[in-house]
């Protein structure tokens, strides 16, 4: 993004309209960090290359546990992608993550599907 402060000023009237920002792909690679910082999600959605086996991966664990403080520090939420497994879901719930979607929880629906999934719950 070569103008923060234009992508800013073009989307405020949206924002105003209830529009949420969100920003993908948080672990994949640096320049996400920086468009957290200088854009104000309101979402922020962590890659599954960040969420792969971080029931085991201790850095993995230490920068998402980072990246929750931050959401809660500003009043964004984290939602995590990619969860293929129980002990990542089971971990991302220790870690205070609320919202989960991967093939753990289901496989991509239709929409008529969609409409009517309900998550399963896990103990």
């Known amino acids: ?13 949206l924002r105003k ?3 949420r ?3 993908d792909d948080v672990g994949a690679g640096y320049s996400s960090l920086q468009h957290i910082l200088e854009l104000g999600a309101d979402i922020i959605k962590l890659d599954i290359s960040l969420i792969r086996n971080i029931d085991t991966d201790t850095s993995r664990k230490a920068l998402t546990a980072a990246l929750i403080a931050y959401a809660q520090e500003t009043g964004c939420e984290v ?5 293929e497994t129980e002990e990542e879901f089971r971990e991302l719930v220790r ?3 609320k919202k989960i979607q991967g ?3 289901s496989q991509p629906l239709e929409l008529e599907q ?10």
């Not at 993004?1 to 009237?13: C, G, L, P, T, V």
């Not at 939602?79 to 969860?83: H, N, T």
């Not at 969609?114 to 103990?123: L, Y």
């Open 1 to 13: 993004m070569a103008d923060y402060r234009a992508f800013r000023e073009a989307i405020q009237s």
């Open 17 to 19: 309209q209830g529009v």
């Open 79 to 83: 939602l995590a992608e990619g969860v």
């Open 114 to 123: 969609a409409i009517d999934f309900r998550c399963p719950e896990f103990n």
């Open 103 to 105: 093939y753990f929880i």
């Open 95 to 97: 870690l205070g993550i």
């Open 21 to 23: 920002l969100a920003i």
